[in-house]
């Protein structure tokens, strides 16, 4: 077992990997909470994927709907009510990306862990169970996309992309929910959920060493398996549909404008590009650039102007959604914003600092710290322990030599009117 820190943090780590490939990284704090979290690196941006030699390809939303299914087990055990009956909450999540089993309590730790364990490793599906399942799903499809915010972003996100699955929500579509059957579902669990393509990581007041002789004892005899082998794609940099209109029975404009931009020329570090990227939006869309006041002012942007980055293959999303009378003049501020990506040391060290204030914070904090540990497993395959020191390092020639590299030319725009 290796034991790291963090860089300027009392914050350990102890990290194992067992012969089965399964990662496991401990950080203990003399907390009262512990969290625990197992990821699998299976997420909507997954549709195609290599079982028996052959390339096969499954519906959208598949991820998501097996996330579902986990918690129910063949002797008519729900992992969620284990988890209740010993005093912790416990949930999942999928993203684009990977799909988390957490759970967080005081008490009764290990019988918990337990529960985690098998959440994972023993899928029960039935033709019976799915088909009960699609209802439920497609029910939360409707009232995920009625919205007319969620359906400019979805459609919007659809639009930028040619082939990456990213393009589909994360929930699938009506459609390819319908699809979705108990062989697909094995096939995906049996391709992906196997310890080389997992890691584990808990925070809190716990024994490394007792953890992983639990884990380890409980995957006795699992053995190690390659990891998966997933389609590739040839993507494009040019959006594929610059504009959609869509009518829908509301009162305002809604827009959404996403920017594609090409990542795959740059030769730093994922965590200091994604960095940059962020100094990029909030030195332009933030209170600091006083961007907030001028689109209050404006008659034509009805709402605050929201915006998000997220990082897809070699592909950043910069993405703007607001209510709007006349989307020209949301649009043109944008435009405007853009086209001068200077920053001043004083907006540099400003966001730096609040960057490390706010690091510090929350690595006082047992499920913050988790989640911190952990999203920087997904995002960068390891963790950061120099994270603080990469944020100190960020400086005003770097950030605009790479300002200076990103296009913004490739756009997709989606308007929802009545």
Request: charged fraction near 25%; proline fraction near 3%; charge should be negative.
């Amino acid at each position: 077992m290796k034991k790291k820190n963090f860089n300027n943090l009392n914050l350990d780590i102890y990290e194992e990997e067992l012969e089965n490939g399964l990662k496991i990284f401990v950080c203990p704090m003399n907390r009262y909470k512990i969290d625990a979290r197992m990821t699998v690196n299976f997420g909507a941006d997954i549709l195609e994927f290599e079982k028996d030699g052959q390339m096969i390809k499954a519906p959208a939303g598949i991820a998501h709907f097996l996330e579902h299914k986990m918690f129910g087990k063949e002797d008519g055990t729900d992992i969620t009510t284990i988890y209740e009956k010993n005093g912790a909450l416990g949930n999942a999540y999928t993203d684009d990306h990977v799909t988390v089993y957490h759970f967080n309590s005081p008490v009764n730790f290990y019988d918990n862990l337990l529960a985690l364990l098998r959440c994972v490793n023993e899928p029960y599906f039935t033709e019976e169970n799915v088909t009960k399942e699609i209802g439920i799903i497609d029910q939360e499809l409707k009232a995920t996309l009625s919205e007319p915010d969620a359906i400019a972003y979805y459609v919007a996100k659809y639009n930028s992309y040619h082939y990456l699955p990213y393009k589909y929500p994360v929930i699938g579509t009506e459609d390819s929910i319908k699809q979705i059957t108990k062989d697909n579902l094995y096939d995906v669990y049996n391709t992906f959920y196997t310890p080389s393509n997992m890691h584990l990581v808990v925070t809190g007041n716990v024994d490394p060493e007792e953890i992983v002789t639990f884990v380890r004892n409980y995957y006795k005899d699992i053995s190690k398996r390659e990891k998966p082998i997933i389609k590739t794609y040839n993507e494009p940099k040019q959006v594929a549909r610059e504009k959609e209109i869509i009518h829908k029975d509301i009162s305002n404009k809604v827009c959404f404008l996403n920017y594609k931009v090409d990542l795959s020329d740059f030769d730093i570090s994922n965590f200091e590009l994604q960095r940059y990227l962020n100094v990029l939006l909030l030195n332009k869309f933030s209170s600091l650039s006083g961007f907030n006041d001028i689109t209050l002012k404006d008659e034509n942007i009805l709402s605050p102007v929201f915006w998000m980055l997220d990082v897809e293959d070699n592909f950043a999303n910069f993405g703007f959604q607001a209510e709007v009378k006349n989307e020209d003049a949301l649009l043109k501020l944008i435009e405007k914003q853009l086209t001068d990506l200077s920053i001043s040391e004083e907006k540099l060290k400003l966001i730096k600092r609040n960057w490390i204030n706010g690091y510090i914070i929350n690595t006082d904090q047992v499920i913050q710290t988790s989640e911190i540990i952990n999203g920087q497993i997904i995002k960068y395959g390891h963790v950061v322990y120099d994270a603080l020191d990469c944020i100190r390092a960020l400086n005003i020639q770097k950030a605009e030599e790479i300002f200076n590299k990103l296009d913004f030319s490739n756009k997709s725009l989606v308007i929802v009117q009545k």
